[in-house]
């Protein structure tokens, strides 16, 4: 079992930054894949940026540029840099860890944390 603790959401004017932090239960160099997602209110939860075991990282089309997805091993921890806010970007943000087990894959999701991009 893996625990996720999501942090950092808040309320930001637009054009302004948010640093998001996801602290795992175990070492991040243990989970295949670590990204974050966003769900906005009466829309599909979406997939923002990954990052993996390796440190190779991919991101949506919306954010390149924008959002920036880092790890710190020491502290088992990935962190989601937003710059450049828009309102658009409003959602509540997850964290998500998948573990390819001997049984297949398996997925761990955090809480969630709210983020609010006035205009």
């Known amino acids: 079992q893996v625990q996720l603790v999501e942090s950092g959401g808040g309320l930001v004017q637009a054009g302004g930054s948010l640093r998001l932090s996801c602290a795992a239960s175990i070492s991040i160099f243990s989970i295949n894949n670590m990204g974050w997602y966003r769900q906005a209110p009466g829309k599909l939860r979406e997939l923002v940026a990954t990052?993996?075991?390796?440190?190779?990282?991919n991101s949506a089309d919306s954010v390149n540029g924008r959002f920036t997805i880092s790890r710190d091993s020491a502290k088992n921890t990935v962190y989601l840099q937003m710059n450049t806010l828009k309102p658009e970007d409003t959602a509540v943000y997850y964290c998500?860890?998948?573990?390819?087990?001997?049984?297949?894959?398996?997925?761990?999701w955090g809480q969630g944390t709210q983020v609010t991009v006035s205009s």
């Open positions: 998500k860890a998948l573990i390819r087990g001997w049984n297949g894959p398996t997925e761990y």
């Open positions: 990052i993996s075991n390796s440190g190779s990282t």
